[in-house]
């Protein structure tokens, strides 16, 4: 009896307790008084971004932006005589290509760019997000500072992109425009291409930064950064000259191969390290007034002229490997440089020196004496020959101390 009792008092207590679960979810069953209101969202609370297309335009643009928000595209744009694509005239917009292209006409004038800002000291524009054809400039925001630009492909303009100070610009390609990408100062690039132009990035600041960029087939120069430039992981391939860095800068770990001019090109206070060239006319050269450029641990193989070649005094060169090259080192007097191990016929290396230098060979005209190469008509040190020492008070002239 006491066991059936237990049972009915739990039934009776599940019960109670569903019913008080199932009052608790039903809630209230009379509505409030008054006109019943819609709970949907309206299109702009689902989507706040406005289409660009339906934009007014101007004399002078076929859509204009002229407030702050976040604009798309919702189908191709056709440039228009005489106009741009869209014009940009305020500050905090970004605009969305949405995978659609915006093309311009072979009459559309000289002036007439994809995207033109027009807003002087524009802040913060964000593009990204389709393609770009056939414009005097495909991105123009020059006047612009802290922008974004990314994920776009810009073919046969003019120049590609044109970005403001301070500007992020990431994944973009620019294929067949005269000019990849121009820039001012302090702007990032990050993983973009130039192809088929005639420079690929060519900036007229300072302070510029490139990671994992590549170009291919420039007709002028891949890189031209500017002072106090940033160029890490890079490539470049079949262009007229490679990178050319400003005083200041440094180029790190990039491959460069077959240019028909100079590889890496550099002034005074860089660094030059761990990159590779291959098959060019020249692969390093450092001319400068200041100097104090070090060249540290690059591999030149198989160019035409000149492996290494420092015309100015007062840089440091170390661990540095040259092979196959015409010419593997043309170094000025006055620099400070690791022992030059001679590769010639080959050799089992057993130098503990851990700044030395590899290479063959030295300029008609040199002889390689104690792991350089010297000028033994007038050389103190070596003077008629390797070893030959002057006296303090004696120079050496046509090989005789005097």
């Not at 209230?28 to 406005?50: D, F, S």
């Not at 990431?170 to 425009?177: F, Q, S, T």
């Not at 420039?218 to 990178?243: K, M, W, Y």
């Amino acid at each position: 009896m006491k066991r059936e009792l237990i049972v009915l008092t739990t039934i009776v207590l599940a019960g109670v307790a569903g019913w008080a679960v199932t009052t608790a979810v039903a809630g209230e069953l009379h509505p409030p008084p008054g006109p019943i209101e819609p709970t949907m969202k309206t299109l702009e609370q689902v989507e706040a971004r406005m289409p660009v297309q339906s934009l007014a335009g101007s004399l002078t643009a076929s859509y204009v932006i002229d407030q702050p928000g976040s604009y798309y595209l919702i189908d191709n744009i056709i440039g228009e005589p005489g106009k741009h694509g869209i014009e940009i005239a305020a500050h905090d917009v970004t605009v969305d290509l949405n995978g659609f292209t915006m093309t311009g006409l072979a009459n559309s004038g000289d002036d007439a760019h994809g995207i033109y800002v027009t807003l002087a000291d524009c802040r913060n524009l964000c593009i990204h997000g389709g393609s770009i054809y056939f414009w005097n400039l495909g991105v123009h925001a020059e006047i612009c500072t802290n922008g974004h630009f990314h994920d776009t492909r810009v073919y046969d303009c003019g120049v590609g992109m044109r970005p403001g100070k301070r500007a992020l610009v990431e994944r973009l390609l620019a294929d067949g425009c005269f000019d990849g990408f121009q820039s001012t100062s302090f702007c990032t690039f990050v993983e973009c291409q130039a192809k088929r132009g005639w420079s690929g990035f060519w900036c007229h600041g300072e302070g510029n930064t490139f990671v994992r960029c590549s170009v291919e087939s420039a007709g002028l120069t891949a890189f031209a950064p500017g002072e106090g430039s940033l160029v890490l992981h890079c490539n470049v391939r079949d262009s007229n000259q490679g990178i050319g860095v400003g005083d200041g800068s440094t180029v790190r770990d990039c491959n460069i191969s077959s240019t028909w001019g100079v590889a890496i090109s550099a002034g005074s206070r860089c660094v030059i390290a761990d990159n590779n060239c291959n098959d060019n006319r020249i692969g390093v050269v450092v001319s400068n007034d200041e100097s104090r450029t070090r060249i540290e641990r690059n591999t030149v193989s198989d160019c035409d002229e000149i492996g290494f070649q420092v015309t100015s005094p007062g840089n440091f060169i170390v661990s540095n490997v040259a092979l196959n090259n015409t010419v593997d080192y043309d170094i000025a007097a006055g620099n400070t440089m690791g022992e030059l191990i001679d590769l010639t016929g080959g050799i089992v290396v057993t130098s503990g020196n851990p700044w030395a230098n590899f290479g063959v060979g030295c300029l008609p005209g040199l002889d390689f004496c104690d792991g350089q190469c010297v000028d033994t008509e007038t050389d103190p040190d070596h003077c008629g020959g390797c070893g030959v020492e002057c006296l303090p008070e004696e120079t050496c002239v046509s090989g005789e101390c005097q």
